[in-house]
């Protein structure tokens, strides 16, 4: 029903599947990975300092009920999964639920509860391509520094024969990150800020929307699925479909709003700020130093594009990061016309790729 590879400390990969029902998978996923799951739990400041006081305030019950009855009305699967991983683990169901809706309860906390070790935004950067000459997309994964060895691939089989894999945060749905399914579909996401007056209490979380997206049919679907999503906050969603050799930037926002933009032979560079979609959003310094730097850097080859993700140039806001706050977990690099996901581990401009996933097939590599 599942089984590991890669045992140690770098990124493991647990594949689970068939199952009866999404709670097992859950289940098997949460009872694998229960030591990493309570490592990020005790680690995570975010939780312990501002997340759990407020679930404790009688005050907050209205925000966490509504997420939570939203969510499962909408997903009755995934909210299983979510229940099986907290059974599977054995922790408290309110810590995996808090984590997992992360991001919509920060922004609507108390403003004194969030003066001291406010969350930091999930800065990634992704350069997108698809050119004559080459079909790329490339993708920094960046989080808090605590999330560092706190992350696992999931490799998961359904008895319909659907099969996906994703890159997951510890204790979270698969994948607040990156993924791609059997049916050729894939994608990478990057966080925006919205303004909280965009943001809707108690709608639709991202972690359930992504979830969703890992069983998208094709890239059609995907934008159907992110249409009807009624998200609480918003998000950046790059689309891949590797039959069709296109990439799209979808960016989103609450009250049903979203925006997609087609990427062509110009390369596109997507941090953490809205560019397409007409948002009041937070003016994030960082995504504005990372885009500009992005702006100059060549980008006329997969050298060039991997060149570009291990920049450390700006000391202050560098596109890969090594801490002291936000670190580069990985990088993906999904390349439409070998049809593969390669993920590296540590900086890309001179680190070996430590997996390589054929997107046409459901076999996978580990280089030497």
């Keep these: 029903m599942g089984s590991s590879s890669r045992e140690g400390n770098g990124l493991e990969m647990f594949e689970v599947g068939p199952c009866e029902d999404s709670y097992e998978m859950g289940f098997l996923v949460g009872e694998r990975f229960s030591n990493l799951i309570r490592s990020r739990l005790a680690r995570d400041l975010i939780l312990q300092h501002q997340l759990l006081p407020f679930a404790q305030n009688p005050q907050s019950q209205p925000l966490i009920q509504m997420l939570s009855d939203a969510n499962r009305k909408k997903f009755p699967r995934f909210w299983d999964e979510l229940l099986g991983t907290a059974q599977g683990s054995g922790v408290p169901l309110l810590e995996i639920i808090l984590l997992n809706f992360r991001k919509e309860i920060l922004p609507l906390l108390p403003k004194t509860a969030i003066q001291t070790n406010a969350d930091t935004p999930d800065d990634c950067s992704d350069v997108l391509v698809v050119s004559d000459s080459m079909a790329i997309a490339a993708h920094n994964e960046d989080a808090n520094v605590a999330l560092l060895g706190h992350t696992y691939l999931i490799r998961a089989t359904y008895s319909n024969g659907l099969s996906f894999t994703a890159y997951t945060y510890a204790g979270e749905l698969p994948s607040c990150a990156f993924g791609f399914n059997s049916h050729g579909l894939a994608f990478t996401l990057n966080s925006v800020p919205p303004s909280e007056d965009e943001i809707v209490a108690g709608g639709i979380g991202r972690n359930f929307i992504s979830r969703d997206l890992l069983e998208a049919t094709s890239i059609d679907d995907a934008l159907s699925r992110i249409n009807s999503s009624e998200a609480s906050v918003g998000h950046s969603y790059n689309l891949i479909d590797i039959g069709a050799r296109k990439i799209l930037n979808v960016e989103t926002a609450s009250r049903n709003r979203v925006s997609s933009q087609e990427v062509g032979a110009m390369p596109f560079f997507h941090a953490n700020m809205y560019l397409h979609l007409q948002v009041q959003q937070v003016q994030d310094e960082n995504s504005i130093s990372r885009q500009k730097r992005a702006a100059w850097l060549p980008k006329q080859s997969k050298k060039d594009i991997l060149s570009l993700l291990g920049d450390k140039n700006d000391s202050k806001y ?51």
């Design 318 to 368: 560098p596109i890969y990061m090594t801490g002291p706050t936000l670190y580069t977990l990985c990088t993906a690099v999904i390349d439409l016309d070998e049809q593969t996901l390669s993920i590296i581990e540590g900086n890309p401009k001179k680190s070996e790729v430590s997996f390589v996933f054929s997107m046409s097939s459901k076999e996978f590599k580990m280089p030497k």
